[in-house]
Structures are given as structure tokens and as C-alpha cells.
């Protein structure tokens, strides 16, 4: 019998609007059709065949483990720095707090760069040098430079990032150490965007924003195909997710689709909820009027940048998978963000980004309202980690003289009476 060798089972790119197919060895960025998103497309019969669950099990903890249903062909182009096999915790104290008996919490704060954006970027940048691209290029909001940075650097390609000028001054930073060319733009994450259309036709850098190539959201769905493995082969009830560009979401989607057809998961499907900011929500407006485009938010402003988006050009397939999902979309404010960071931390010891702090905001609401039952297994999604957002930490902290001799009666107001 022949030796079936596992490998890349990526056959083509069909547009997800038009269905024009496209070959997917050389680069695309958008249909050149109709400029909507274009999906990468598995022999799914053929990764059946080695994508079993008995093979992953020996497979390392990565999102490489998967390589059948990755983009990238030859194992030697994959960048890795560890990104995926994060833990799904079990959110035990929070839950009792919010009256959820089921609630998992997904730690995407400890991929490598601190966030879920390595997933996309690592498939991304692998990608592209795969193909031949000479330089990578992005307009982010801060995580997502971050991520292409650092698998720019590992793969020797230059990287150019685009972010808001207001974007907390980590994540600037973090990409300069990486050895990025770094721009500020005065104006949010689209105006970015234009920038980098622009000087990706005149310099031949590779545009890798948010769903205008197809492979970030390979990396990201790798989520959804983690969680199913983490949960034994199942899905959840809930997936909360706090949306910006829509990838996640949308990449976790495909994923489930995909296992379905590998014979991994039946039918089920969790209800996919999203989550935005009060000031910027352009999804959620589009869900409650149910129309399946968003028009662009305006005047965008939220504490948690990686999802002050106004304008997603994947608006249709996020809310496609929503309301298939028989989901929802609901907006927390900044306030309830950061409580629910303070929660998560105090609670379950994760300090996580404002984002991730949306979730616990979304279930609570959720959950007040009825739409989440006491016994819904519900999973949380921490896309980012707080360490990139020490500004909306207080910072106030009492300072101690070690030769003062009331400094034991000072610690006492706080430590109790003992000994
Ligand atoms: C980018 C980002 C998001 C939004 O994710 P999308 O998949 O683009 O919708 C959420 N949280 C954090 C921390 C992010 O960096």
C-alpha cells in the first residue's frame, strides 16, 4: 500500500462572494473579480486521511499541527515561535461571579507578542516568503504589527507598520525591537490601511491586513480547531468573541465547517456572539438592523484598540456566521471593559487587554438578560494580554522608607494583626 505523506492539502482560492477560484500558489490579496475576500481551499478527502485524531496526538502543541488544513506547502517554510496550544482554562471563580456553571476562558495573551495575532500573522508571513514577497507590510492597531514583526524578523523580511498615532506606546515600541519600520498616522486604523494600498503598489510591499489576503485567517482559525481538540471533539454552547477586523470569528468559523467535512465534529455549532465597544460598533448596528454590510462607524473611539474598527471588509461573513449560529451582537462600554479586565485578574489570576475584558462585560450582560442560561458552556476568548496596556492600570502605589520604624504599623492597616 502507498504511504499517504502528510502535507498541505491547500488546492485553490474561491472568492467568498463571487466564487471565482483562483490558483493558490502565487499571491493574491483580494478577488480581482469583485474586491471581496478570497478563503484558501483543502482537499478535504485527502486531509482526512492523515488528520485523524490519533495522529495529532503525537503531533506538539503549535498550530502546525494542523498542517493539513495550513496554507503553507514545505515544513520548512513555517516561521514558528510557539504560537497556539494555548490553554483553555476553567473559569471557576469568574463563573460563579457572572452565574455561568460552564464558563471556559481560551488565554490567547500567551501566544508569542501577546496575543491571538501570531496565529494569523505566523500563517500570513509564512506564507508570503513561501511565495516569493520581498517585504511585509500592515495598518494595525498595535497587536497585529506586533505579530508581523516579529515573523518578519524571523524570517529575514522587511516589515513596515501603519498605526494610529493615539496607539498605546507598547506596542511601538515592541515593533521597533523587532527591528520594524515604524510609522504613526494621524487617524484610525483605515486611514492606516490607505497608506499601506498605496505604498504597497509603488514599492511591491505585500498588503497584510485584515481579510485582504487569505491567510491570516488560516492561522486564526486554528482557534476553532484547538478548542474542538481542548473540548474532546465537541463545541460549546457560546463563543464570546470581541470583534474588530472580524477574523477571528470569521477564521473559527471556516474551522468548523472544515472539521464537519473531516468527519471530526457533527453538526452542532455554538452560538458565535460578538463584541464591540459603545464607540465603535458598526457589527452590531449592521446585526440589530439586519442588513449583511456595515456602514463605516464614525468618530470610532474606545479604550480597547484592537477593536476600534470602523470599517471591516469582512463585515458579511462575520455576520453571515452570527446569524447562522443563531448568535448575537451587543456593545459593552469602556468602563465595563475594564472591570472586566480588574475581574479576570482578581478573579482567575489572568491579566488580559480590554478586549479580552469585553467578554466578561458581554457574558454578564448576556447572562442578566437570560440569552445565556446558568448551565451554557460558554467560552471566553482573551485575545490579548493587559501588559501592552500598563496606562489603564493605576499606578499609585505607596512607597515604603525600610528605616522607618512605623513602616510595620503602615503594612498593618492592609496585612491584619498578626504575630
Ligand atoms: C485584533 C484584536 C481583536 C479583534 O479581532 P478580529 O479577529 O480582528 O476581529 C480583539 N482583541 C485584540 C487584543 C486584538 O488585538
Same mark, same amino acid.
Given at each position: 500500500m502507498e504511504q499517504v505523506v502528510s502535507a498541505s492539502c491547500l488546492v485553490s482560492l474561491r472568492c467568498t462572494s463571487c466564487g471565482a477560484t483562483y490558483p493558490a500558489d502565487e499571491i493574491h490579496t483580494t478577488?480581482? !473579480?469583485?474586491?471581496k475576500v478570497l478563503f484558501a481551499e483543502y482537499d478535504l478527502e485527502r486531509a482526512a486521511q492523515t488528520l485523524t485524531r490519533e495522529a495529532l496526538?503525537?503531533?506538539?502543541?503549535?498550530?502546525?499541527?494542523?498542517h493539513e488544513l495550513?496554507?503553507?506547502?514545505?515544513? !520548512?517554510s513555517r516561521l514558528t515561535?510557539?504560537?497556539?496550544?494555548?490553554p483553555l482554562l476553567r473559569g471557576e471563580r469568574l463563573g460563579q461571579a457572572l452565574g455561568l456553571s460552564r464558563l471556559w476562558l481560551?488565554?490567547?495573551?500567551?501566544n508569542p507578542t501577546g496575543s491571538f495575532k501570531a496565529r494569523g500573522l505566523a500563517a500570513a508571513v509564512s506564507r508570503a516568503k513561501e511565495l516569493g514577497a520581498k517585504a511585509v507590510a500592515i495598518p494595525s492597531a498595535g497587536n497585529a504589527a506586533a505579530a508581523m514583526s516579529a515573523y518578519a524578523a524571523r524570517a529575514g523580511l522587511p516589515a513596515y507598520v501603519f498605526m494610529p !498615532?493615539?496607539?498605546?506606546?507598547?506596542m511601538p515600541a515592541e515593533c521597533r525591537a523587532y527591528g520594524a519600520h515604524v510609522f504613526l498616522v494621524r487617524g484610525l486604523i483605515n486611514d492606516c490601511g490607505r497608506v499601506v494600498r498605496a505604498g504597497a503598489e509603488r514599492f511591491g510591499w505585500m498588503d497584510v491586513s485584515t481579510l485582504k489576503e487569505p491567510y491570516r485567517a488560516e492561522g486564526k482559525k486554528t482557534m476553532g480547531l484547538e478548542l474542538a481538540e481542548q473540548l474532546g471533539w465537541r463545541l460549546p454552547d457560546a463563543i464570546v468573541y470581541p470583534t474588530g477586523g472580524g477574523t477571528g470569528i470569521v477564521g473559527m468559523w471556516k474551522a468548523f465547517d472544515e472539521l464537519e467535512r473531516l468527519g471530526l465534529i457533527g453538526r452542532e455549532r455554538p452560538r458565535m456572539i460578538v463584541v464591540q465597544a459603545e464607540g465603535c460598533a458598526p457589527i452590531v448596528r449592521a446585526f440589530q438592523a439586519g442588513v449583511r454590510h456595515a456602514d463605516p462607524w464614525r468618530d470610532a473611539h474606545t479604550v480597547a484598540p484592537g477593536i476600534r474598527?470602523?470599517? !471591516?471588509?469582512?463585515d458579511y461573513l462575520i455576520l453571515d456566521a452570527v446569524r447562522a449560529s443563531g448568535g448575537t451582537a451587543l456593545t459593552v462600554s469602556d468602563e465595563e471593559m475594564l472591570e472586566g479586565v480588574r475581574l479576570l485578574a482578581r478573579l482567575e489570576g489572568l491579566f488580559v487587554s480590554p478586549e479580552a475584558g469585553a467578554t466578561v462585560a458581554a457574558a454578564r450582560r448576556l447572562r442578566e438578560r437570560g440569552?445565556?442560561?446558568?448551565?451554557d458552556e460558554t467560552v471566553l476568548f482573551?485575545?490579548?494580554?493587559?501588559l501592552k496596556h500598563l496606562?489603564?492600570?493605576?499606578?499609585?502605589y505607596p512607597v515604603l522608607?525600610?528605616?522607618?520604624?512605623g513602616v510595620l504599623d503602615r503594612l498593618a492597616a492592609v496585612a491584619g494583626r498578626k504575630g
Amino acid at each position: 500500500m502507498e504511504q499517504v505523506v502528510s502535507a498541505s492539502c491547500l488546492v485553490s482560492l474561491r472568492c467568498t462572494s463571487c466564487g471565482a477560484t483562483y490558483p493558490a500558489d502565487e499571491i493574491h490579496t483580494t478577488c480581482p !473579480a469583485c474586491g471581496k475576500v478570497l478563503f484558501a481551499e483543502y482537499d478535504l478527502e485527502r486531509a482526512a486521511q492523515t488528520l485523524t485524531r490519533e495522529a495529532l496526538r503525537s503531533r506538539p502543541w503549535t498550530l502546525w499541527r494542523y498542517h493539513e488544513l495550513m496554507p503553507v506547502r514545505d515544513p !520548512a517554510s513555517r516561521l514558528t515561535l510557539g504560537e497556539g496550544g494555548t490553554p483553555l482554562l476553567r473559569g471557576e471563580r469568574l463563573g460563579q461571579a457572572l452565574g455561568l456553571s460552564r464558563l471556559w476562558l481560551k488565554d490567547e495573551s500567551q501566544n508569542p507578542t501577546g496575543s491571538f495575532k501570531a496565529r494569523g500573522l505566523a500563517a500570513a508571513v509564512s506564507r508570503a516568503k513561501e511565495l516569493g514577497a520581498k517585504a511585509v507590510a500592515i495598518p494595525s492597531a498595535g497587536n497585529a504589527a506586533a505579530a508581523m514583526s516579529a515573523y518578519a524578523a524571523r524570517a529575514g523580511l522587511p516589515a513596515y507598520v501603519f498605526m494610529p !498615532a493615539d496607539t498605546p506606546p507598547a506596542m511601538p515600541a515592541e515593533c521597533r525591537a523587532y527591528g520594524a519600520h515604524v510609522f504613526l498616522v494621524r487617524g484610525l486604523i483605515n486611514d492606516c490601511g490607505r497608506v499601506v494600498r498605496a505604498g504597497a503598489e509603488r514599492f511591491g510591499w505585500m498588503d497584510v491586513s485584515t481579510l485582504k489576503e487569505p491567510y491570516r485567517a488560516e492561522g486564526k482559525k486554528t482557534m476553532g480547531l484547538e478548542l474542538a481538540e481542548q473540548l474532546g471533539w465537541r463545541l460549546p454552547d457560546a463563543i464570546v468573541y470581541p470583534t474588530g477586523g472580524g477574523t477571528g470569528i470569521v477564521g473559527m468559523w471556516k474551522a468548523f465547517d472544515e472539521l464537519e467535512r473531516l468527519g471530526l465534529i457533527g453538526r452542532e455549532r455554538p452560538r458565535m456572539i460578538v463584541v464591540q465597544a459603545e464607540g465603535c460598533a458598526p457589527i452590531v448596528r449592521a446585526f440589530q438592523a439586519g442588513v449583511r454590510h456595515a456602514d463605516p462607524w464614525r468618530d470610532a473611539h474606545t479604550v480597547a484598540p484592537g477593536i476600534r474598527v470602523p470599517v !471591516a471588509i469582512g463585515d458579511y461573513l462575520i455576520l453571515d456566521a452570527v446569524r447562522a449560529s443563531g448568535g448575537t451582537a451587543l456593545t459593552v462600554s469602556d468602563e465595563e471593559m475594564l472591570e472586566g479586565v480588574r475581574l479576570l485578574a482578581r478573579l482567575e489570576g489572568l491579566f488580559v487587554s480590554p478586549e479580552a475584558g469585553a467578554t466578561v462585560a458581554a457574558a454578564r450582560r448576556l447572562r442578566e438578560r437570560g440569552e445565556l442560561g446558568p448551565d451554557d458552556e460558554t467560552v471566553l476568548f482573551l485575545t490579548g494580554s493587559g501588559l501592552k496596556h500598563l496606562e489603564l492600570v493605576e499606578g499609585d502605589y505607596p512607597v515604603l522608607d525600610p528605616d522607618d520604624p512605623g513602616v510595620l504599623d503602615r503594612l498593618a492597616a492592609v496585612a491584619g494583626r498578626k504575630g
